[in-house]
């Protein structure tokens, strides 16, 4: 497992990622690869730092009976926290889930944490004046689930 504190994501300009986007119907667009899916979720901050000290979810301010909302685009999870700054919201994380998370909705293995949050603050500027030329997100792609059966019950687009 690897945690980090230093975005190590592959970034692009927002404007240059929305020209390879689908322009109609409905996608799961996250950054992605063979064996893993990131996801983000914004947490107070005391959630974050001991997440990514220690690799995995825990510690005295993190409750397991809480339910939390993952959100494979970075955007949408920007959109949610404002831009880190709701309250209980100002830390960002990254988490690389190994294995087939979204795929199978099965069991998962956390493969990293990344703090988010220096790479949010950096960029808030962009998205406060419009400046989607100068917007950077995470590289992010149509995420297509393996099974159609499970893309066609949640409402997605089958290619």
Do not use: C
């Not at 667009?29 to 974050?48: F, G, K, M, N, W």
């Not at 404002?82 to 100002?90: C, F, I, K, N, V």
């Not at 069991?107 to 944490?113: A, D, G, H, N, S």
């Not at 808030?124 to 400046?131: I, L």
């Amino acid at each position: 497992m690897v945690h980090r504190d230093v975005v190590t994501l592959p970034t692009q300009r927002y404007v240059e990622q929305t020209a390879r986007w689908p322009r109609t119907g409905r996608h799961i667009l996250a950054h992605s690869d063979e064996t893993s899916v990131i996801v983000y979720q914004a947490y107070r901050p005391s959630i974050a730092r001991y997440a990514v000290a220690n690799g995995a979810f825990g510690g005295p301010d993190f409750s397991f009976s809480r339910m939390s909302w993952i959100k494979p685009n970075f955007l949408w999870m920007m959109y949610r926290s404002a831009w880190a700054t709701s309250e209980g919201q100002e830390a960002v994380l990254a988490v690389g889930l190994r294995g087939a998370a979204l795929r199978a909705f099965a069991t998962t293995e956390v493969r990293e944490i990344i703090d988010m949050t220096p790479f949010v603050i950096e960029q808030r500027p962009h998205a406060e004046r419009e400046g989607w030329e100068q917007l950077r997100t995470p590289v992010e792609d149509v995420y297509r689930l393996v099974d159609a059966s499970v893309a066609s019950n949640i409402g997605l687009d089958v290619p």
